[in-house]
Nanobody
Framework: QVQLVESGGDLVQTGGSLRLSCAAS????????MGWYRQAPGKERELVATITRDGVKNYGDSVKGRFTISRDNAKNTIYLQMSSLEPEDTAIYYC???????????????WGQGTQVTVSS
C-alpha cells in the first residue's frame, strides 16, 4: 500500500520558522510531481507549493518569498521550509504526490493525512 506521511507541524509564533517533511513509502514504481497543500477551517484546500521530479517548482501567491520546497528523490521525500510565518498560515498541511504503484498502469494522486501548523498572533 502506497502512503505519504507528513511530519514537522507545530505551534509557532508570528515570524517564526518550521520545516515540514513528507515521505512516500510502499510499492512504488515511480513518482512525478509532489507538493504541499493546506486547508484552514471553513476554507477550501489551496496550493502551497509543488515540485517536479527534476526540480521545477511552483508556489502559491500567498507564500512566494517565504516558503521553499525541496526534494530528495533517493528518499522519496519532499520538504517545506517555512519562514516569516503569519497567523494566516495556520492550517492543516497536506502532502500530495502523483504516484504510479507497481501494481497499476495509471498515475494516482495520493494524499497524506496532514500535519497541523498553528501560528499564534
Amino acid at each position: 500500500q502506497v502512503q505519504l506521511v507528513e511530519s514537522g507541524g507545530d505551534l509557532v509564533q508570528t515570524g517564526g520558522s518550521l520545516r515540514l517533511s513528507c515521505a512516500a513509502s510502499g510499492r512504488i514504481f515511480s513518482i512525478d510531481t509532489m507538493g504541499w497543500y493546506r486547508q484552514a477551517p471553513g476554507k477550501e484546500r489551496e496550493l502551497v507549493a509543488t515540485i517536479t521530479r527534476d526540480g521545477v517548482k511552483n508556489y502559491g501567491d500567498s507564500v512566494k518569498g517565504r516558503f521553499t520546497i525541496s526534494r530528495d528523490n533517493a528518499k522519496n521525500t519532499i520538504y517545506l521550509q517555512m519562514s516569516s510565518l503569519e497567523p494566516e498560515d495556520t492550517a492543516i498541511y497536506y502532502c500530495n504526490a502523483a504516484i504510479v504503484p507497481r501494481s497499476s498502469l495509471s498515475v494516482t494522486n495520493v494524499w497524506g493525512q496532514g500535519t497541523q501548523v498553528t501560528v499564534s498572533s
